[in-house]
């Protein structure tokens, strides 16, 4: 997207945003399905707004960079955010790079793991992720070897947990420093418990009218703080045994030099196999490294090479197109 395109989009949301509608239509990401698009309502998320800017001490003045597409929830919120609280917004178009043309770092960034990872590669951008003074990331996992390159920064560095439904996240983990922690803990305002089936289920009136029951595989603290295992529907249940395709992946993440998904297939005898998706490499190489460090039952019975591995616009696995490619 050109970078006039995107201030037209932020046009466009602006005026639905003054509108006299208390209602804004927001799109789901499609991770793991058709995206959809919901009605929410203004009030909420304002409210939402609130909550990010108060935990993390935002003042009027200060600078947020918009980076995200504003057809989701994660980019409305951003602007949102200034809004409510009088922050100075930076409006870059969606990218890879989002830093490169910035001469001083916003005060206020939320980013996903792809941009973060790619503006430590380039010292200038690097530099300038390093004096961001409230960083958070979403829209996807962040993996051990990014976790390692945050630790040591000097301001602070946030893993969001939420939804379209929440309005944005609800609860939020610091990546760095020595509060470094791999529990999410909830807003005030937000109680959360496990379902029977160990799925989170959140109460967070503020942003969410109904309790909301996720598809997402939890365990929770004494403290009630809580880290995510994986999707309820993401699960491969091959020959019996139920394979946790987010649990399959982190166990491989620091082994494979590609860029990689795992999904599944039917099959005849077991139900489901494992398949893993990559971009580049040998198979016997990826199988070699499969066989070594995974659990017997979990390793992919099929390796296909990819040109490049399905992500949805917010750089989340796309799941559904993921399993409709094999």
Known sequence: MTQQGFLQDLEAFLEEWHNDSPMLEVHTSGSTGTPKALQVEKERMKASA??????????????????????????????????????????????????????????????????????????EEKALLKEIKQLIIGGGAIDEQLGKELKDFPNAIWSTYGMTETLSHIALRRLNGENASEW????????????????LIIQAPQVCESELTTNDIAEMNPIGQFRILGRKDNIINSGGVKIQIEQVEALLRPHLNTPFQITSAPHTKFGEEVVLLYEKGETEGIRTVCERILPTYWIPKRYIHVSSVPLTETGKPDRATARRMV
């Open 50 to 123: 609130r909550l990010t800017c108060s935990f993390l001490g935002l003042q009027e003045g200060d600078t947020a960079l918009l980076c995200m597409p504003l057809q989701y929830i994660a980019g409305k919120m951003v602007v949102v955010r200034s809004l409510v609280a009088s922050l100075k917004l930076i409006p870059i178009a969606p990218c890879g790079h989002p830093l490169a043309g910035l001469k001083e770092a916003p005060t206020f960034a939320a980013m996903i793991p792809m941009q973060v990872y790619n503006s430590l590669q380039v010292p």
């Open 184 to 199: 999410y803990t909830p807003f005030d305002t937000v109680n959360i418990r496990l379902s029977h089936e160990g799925t």
